[in-house]
Nanobody, 124 residues
Framework: QVQLVESGGGLAQAGGSLRLSCAAS????????MGWFRQAPGKEREFVAA????????YYANSVRGRFTMSRDNVKNTVYLQMNSLKPEDTAVYHC?????????????????WGQGTQVTVSS
């Protein structure tokens, strides 16, 4: 069982930055690939980024590539999402997710564990 807790959301202006964190419980964190997804009101859940269990490979949605960076610290059991050049369309609740496998995935159905989410609001 893995428990995930996100933090770091808030209000930012367009062009600004935020860093999200997701702290995981458990002693086998390095066995889990991790992902970030977001959901805006009235919209489908959307893939944002994923990272392999080792941290060696990252994957990004086209809408955030070049602006967002996902990383992980397997000693601190934490993944991060550095979000730069924020746009109003980035406004959503951001969730982290975990799956016990080596490779990350852009499919939310591949993930077994989810955090409660953290709100990100970007004003124009």
């Amino acid at each position: 069982q893995v428990q995930l807790v996100e933090s770091g959301g808030g209000l930012a202006q367009a062009g600004g930055s935020l860093r999200l964190s997701c702290a995981a419980s458990g002693r086998t964190f390095s066995s889990y690939a991790m992902g970030w997804f977001r959901q805006a009101p009235g919209k489908e859940r959307e893939f944002v980024a994923a990272i392999s269990a080792s941290g060696g490979t990252t994957y990004y949605a086209n809408s955030v590539r070049g602006r967002f960076t996902m990383s992980r610290d397997n000693v601190k059991n934490t993944v991060y999402l550095q979000m730069n050049s924020l746009k109003p369309e980035d406004t959503a609740v951001y969730h982290c997710a975990a799956v016990r496998r080596l490779r990350g995935s852009s499919l939310y159905t591949d993930y077994d564990y989810w955090g409660q989410g953290t709100q990100v609001t970007v004003s124009s």
